[in-house]
């Protein structure tokens, strides 16, 4: 089974290497990014089944991102990972694409249940889509 590929967009390397740690423990692949124009770049080439977003990022920051990858009809996740915990903040998230949304601080296990949920359900996804194209479970 392929492994599943996940991008790390946050501008805090602490932060970013913590959950780097703990998602290529458990299988997944990873790469990380700490602004927001080379996270573009890394979504494009790198071909994430999820990303892990902050918003507040040097260059260029979460929400654009989200937009872009929702624009660009790409097929992944977006779990939103941020200080910005106003309610109207989640609903923006929301709103614009993503996934799921999570407050920091955070549960770095808490997180780790919650990309595998995002990934089950994208799984799920992909195959309901093969029954769909090839008329076989």
Same mark, same amino acid.
């Given at each position: ?10 501008? $805090? @390397?602490?932060?970013?290497d913590?959950?780097?740690? =703990?998602?290529?423990?458990?299988? *997944? ?11 573009l770049?890394?979504?494009?080439? !790198? +071909? ?6 902050? @918003?507040?990022?040097? %260059? ?7 937009? *872009?990858?929702? %624009? %660009? =009809? ?14 109207d903040?989640r609903v +923006?998230? !929301? ?5 799921? *949304?999570m407050t920091?601080? !955070? ?7 919650r990309? $595998?949920?995002?990934? $089950?359900?994208?799984?799920? +996804?992909?195959? !309901?889509?093969?029954?769909?194209r090839?008329?076989?479970?």
């Amino acid at each position: 089974m392929k492994r599943e590929r996940i991008l790390i967009v946050e501008d $805090e @390397l602490d932060v970013l290497d913590l959950i780097d740690f =703990n998602l290529t423990r458990r299988g *997944y692949v990873t790469a990380g990014s700490l602004d927001g124009i080379d996270a573009l770049k890394k979504i494009r080439h !790198f +071909k994430p089944d999820l990303v892990v977003l902050d @918003l507040m990022l040097p %260059q260029m920051d979460g929400w654009k991102i989200c937009r *872009y990858v929702r %624009q %660009q =009809n790409m097929d992944c996740r977006i779990l939103m990972l941020t200080a910005k915990a106003m309610p109207d903040d989640r609903v +923006k998230g !929301f709103e614009i694409g993503a996934d799921d *949304y999570m407050t920091k601080p !955070f549960d770095i296990k808490e997180l780790i249940i919650r990309v $595998e949920r995002l990934l $089950e359900k994208r799984r799920g +996804k992909a195959a !309901f889509h093969d029954v769909m194209r090839n008329g076989k479970p």
